[in-house]
């Protein structure tokens, strides 16, 4: 599990440390220079050995012997604060091992101690104020290693004036390289390396700002140098995993600088790892769903009713596929039975795929409603709305709007699709939403805030915060990174290949997240951050089965589903 902690949380532990002169420049530059020497032997060795490779006679080993890094290239971009100086020490050490190291100065206050280190060290100082910002390009990209040492955690807001022009240029350079516009040959693309966050990031939420006092970037648009690899200090920060900003992280290296944040580790039933600090967003790995006890193996005296009993609404005669996938998502994932609800042309449809579900009424400990069900009446005459009725039925039993003595206690119940309008007021967390960001928005404006499905996508943190606020549901917004926030933390999940954007898709993440539900039923009515862990949980679920479903290639929604039980035991045959 990773756990990541905000600007104010980070510095707030950093102080006590400082007061006493702990070294913490000193320890996160000498791990930043660990992880470029590290990549840079690896770039060579690699290069090196393809190239002995391709030699007639090459001996064995002759890329092991070239894989120093001595007379490597390293550009340093550097800004006026700490995230300068932890880059410019980086520099003296990588120059100390040989690396041609360069620093551009954007700002002219830059840390002077770090500095008069890099100098010391024989590393060479640019000052881009006195260059074009072309030439100061050209000068970066042709390095073997980029460090983007510009911006910290002490800075708000996107790139200012002439770091925002360099870094469009840098960028523009880089998205061209190996056309012929830059000269015919093709120039290898430097490794990029982002100092603690890549600079004009949102640290705590994600978002990309947009630039200010630029003289070449257009008002309004944001600049960001995407890294390949992001080396951040103390603690993972928020923006590194949640959207759209964790799209340009690249891999995430935590340095660990002794400042006493926790590190996400679970240990199993553990109530209050449930509860994240002000600021903290999680990721869930895939050992953490054993360890925390979402997933297990069933005992020998488990039946069906002790393995979770999940309600499903879902599919019309218009749509029916959904309901088949929101069945399959939930009996693939391992529970123990499955009623479906529904019209009988569909229930027909959803017996020929899983014959094991019972079409039949009966007690269930979780709902999964909406799939595939039309948001609004298409006429008059809605062919809907017997399933509305159920959707009412059972959002009815999870909030307790029925009585026990008709229905039993409350349930869990995941809401998707076509169920979101028929949501009442206020919900308790174990209500879990599953919109789409253009769900969202529609959600939101019904409840009073006027925006748009672009503004969910550039803030999507921020508006499932909003939509959980006026709901009272735990909300699980769907997209690349999956973002997850329940009454005691968020989570950002991003688990499955590009891929998964496909038809479907959502409706076995339904079912999924409704069998876990099943599955945790009386815990997660009691514990208000049990549904938002599964819900997490799920997504990650999801994720691994179209990953296993086809590697590296396209997939259907049915394909995930049918990937999950071996997606589970592969979990199962990790543990511990």
Known sequence: MIEAHDARSVRAAEEPLLARGEPLMQRASWALAGVVLRE??????????????????????????????????????????????????????????????????????????????????????????????????????????????????????GLRGLAADVV???????????????????????????????SGTGVDDGTLPPVTAARTVPTGRSVVLRADRTVTFGAAKPGLLLPPAAALAGEVEVVDLGLGLSTGRPRRDDHVERTLRPG??????????????????????????????????????????????????AVRTGIGMVRYLGDPSVTTAVLAARPEVVPAAGRVQAWAVGSGIPAAPSSADDPARSQRTRVRHALAQATGELSSDVVGDAVPVVVD?????????????????????????????????????????????RWARRARDLTG????????????VGPTGAYAQADGPSWLSTAGAGDVLTGVLGSLLAAHSVDAVKDPGLPALLAASAALLHGRAAHRANPGGPVAALDVADALPGTVAELLRRRG
């Open 417 to 461: 699709a076509g169920a979101l309008p028929l949501l009442p007021d206020r919900c308790p967390p174990w209500v879990v939403l599953t919109p789409h960001a253009g769900e969202l928005a529609e959600l939101l404006r019904s409840r009073g805030d006027q925006v748009e499905r672009a503004e969910v996508e550039a803030e999507p943190l």
């Open 168 to 198: 469009a240029a840098v960028v523009d350079r880089l998205d061209r390289l190996g056309r012929d516009d830059l000269g015919g040959a093709v120039a290898p693309r430097p490794l990029v390396v982002a100092v603690d966050v890549p």
């Open 280 to 329: 903290a967003v999680r990721r869930l790995e895939p050992a953490d769903l054993v360890r925390l006890g979402v997933v297990a193996e069933p005992s020998g005296a488990s039946h069906k009713y002790t393995r979770g009993v999940l309600g499903v609404v879902a599919g019309t005669e218009r749509f029916p596929g959904a309901a088949v996938l929101t069945v399959s998502g």
């Open 40 to 157: 840079l032997r690896s770039r060579r060795e690699s290069s090196d050995g393809a190239s002995a490779g391709a030699g007639a006679g090459a001996r064995a080993g002759l890329g092991a012997r070239r894989a120093g890094v001595r007379g490597a290239t390293a550009r340093l971009l550097v800004g006026s604060g700490n995230n300068g100086g932890d880059t410019l020490f980086a520099g003296a050490r990588l120059a100390a091992r040989g690396v041609q190291v360069s620093a551009v100065l954007l700002d002219d206050r830059v840390h002077p101690a770090g500095l008069a280190a890099l100098r010391a060290a024989g590393g060479r100082v640019v000052h881009a104020s006195g260059r074009t910002v072309d030439e100061v390009a050209r000068h970066v990209v042709a390095a073997d290693v980029v460090l983007d040492g510009i911006l910290g955690i002490g800075a708000s807001g």
């Open 473 to 484: 549901a735990t909300v699980l917004l769907k997209g690349a990174v999956t973002v997850v």
